[in-house]
Nanobody, 124 residues
Framework: VQLQAFGGGLVQAGGSPKVSCLVS????????MGWFRQAPGKEREFVAV????????YYAESVKGRFTISRDKAKNTVYLQMNTLKPEDTAVYYC??????????????????WGQGTQVTVSS
């Protein structure tokens, strides 16, 4: 499995960037695709996850209502649309692939594969 993240950059507070993750995997339908983020000096934290096959979604409370995770099967890409960004959303955003149980996917240790991360910096 190979994951490659794109997008991000410097945005103003209130902005709406979109980050993407290109997925290369056999049996991609078996995977759940998650987005995590890591701010400087902090632990990597869960943001959102989507089941590739059925499209089931789950979000962290801190982003619910502002962020949207989706996937395009034809493009083998997972997206994270971020709206109403705040300075505290500044982080490196990582996509991950997991075969773990749905109830455990907030845990980064359940992800076997990771993309390289993409920086999102929100200026106030």
């Amino acid at each position: 499995v190979q994951l490659q993240a794109f997008g991000g950059g410097l945005v103003q507070a209130g902005g709406s960037p979109k980050v993407s993750c290109l997925v290369s995997a056999q049996r991609i339908n078996d995977y759940k695709m998650g987005w995590f983020r890591q701010a400087p000096g902090k632990e990597r934290e869960f943001v959102a996850v989507i089941r590739w096959s059925g499209g089931q979604l789950y979000y962290a409370e801190s982003v619910k209502g502002r962020f949207t995770i989706s996937r395009d099967k034809a493009k083998n890409t997972v997206y994270l649309q971020m709206n109403t960004l705040k300075p505290e959303d500044t982080a490196v955003y990582y996509c991950g692939a997991s075969l773990g149980a749905w109830s455990t996917l907030h845990d980064q240790n359940r992800y076997r594969y990771w993309g390289q991360g993409t920086q999102v910096t929100v200026s106030s």
